[in-house]
């Protein structure tokens, strides 16, 4: 059976992050990324979760309280647009993005393809060497499918042009309009 991408993220976040570490989840909506980042990194560690809908910093805080782990997560409700500036430069281990809809929330708010690409090369410049980024695309709403395509092509592009290292892999949706992962892992 396929792996869904969100475990595969999961999976591949883990192999690569530490107790201690700086990682960023872009897209916090229900928590689940976040609470998974926290729990790796311990309180040790730090995480910053992003998210431009009150509704999902609330729960995601609702989430964090639950598990006692709210102490080293920065909440920012604003757009992940604002994650290099708040992360810096080279110190990120893992950043997590999960694009789309919040499920069981608005479905107005969605991720937008210009945002998406510029957080998505912040988060490249944001990670260190042996970092790893992780995309969850969705291709089966409005939208969706040009945001997945133009994330993966400016991906491409930076990688062929060679000013950053980093190796892409790009997922097979299990079937048409089903969702896939895309991974950064930095040089
Ligand atoms: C598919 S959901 C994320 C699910 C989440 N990872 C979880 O574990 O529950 C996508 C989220 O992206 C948020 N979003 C949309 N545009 C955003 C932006 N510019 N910056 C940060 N978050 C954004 C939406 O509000 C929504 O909550």
């Known amino acids: 059976m396929n792996e869904r ?9 883990k192999e690569a992050v530490r107790a201690g570490d700086l ?9 689940h990324d976040t609470l998974f980042l926290a729990e790796l990194v311990g309180k040790s560690g730090r995480v910053l979760a992003f998210d431009v809908q009150q509704a999902a910093i609330r729960a995601t805080r609702e989430r964090l309280e639950a598990a006692g782990a709210e102490s080293w997560v920065d909440l920012y409700e604003e ?4 994650l ?3 992360a810096g430069r080279g110190a990120v281990a893992a950043v997590m993005f999960n694009l789309g809809y919040l499920p ?3 479905h107005e708010v969605i991720t937008e393809v210009g945002e998406s690409c510029k957080a998505v090369v912040q988060g490249l410049f944001a990670l260190k060497p042996g970092g790893v980024m992780t995309i969850v695309c969705y291709t089966g709403h409005p939208g969706g499918e040009e945001e997945a395509g133009a ?6 592009e930076i990688r062929d042009v060679g000013t950053v290292e980093f190796d892409l892999e790009v997922g097979e949706p299990a079937k048409e309009k089903a969702p896939f992962l895309v991974v950064v892992r930095k040089g």
């Open 23 to 31: 990682v960023v989840d872009a897209t916090a909506g229900n928590g």
């Open 84 to 86: 290099l500036e708040r």
């Open 151 to 156: 994330v993966v092509m400016g991906l491409e």
């Open 104 to 106: 069981g929330g608005d």
């Open 5 to 13: 991408p969100t475990a595969a993220a999961h999976r591949v976040v």
């Open 79 to 82: 757009s992940h647009g604002m």
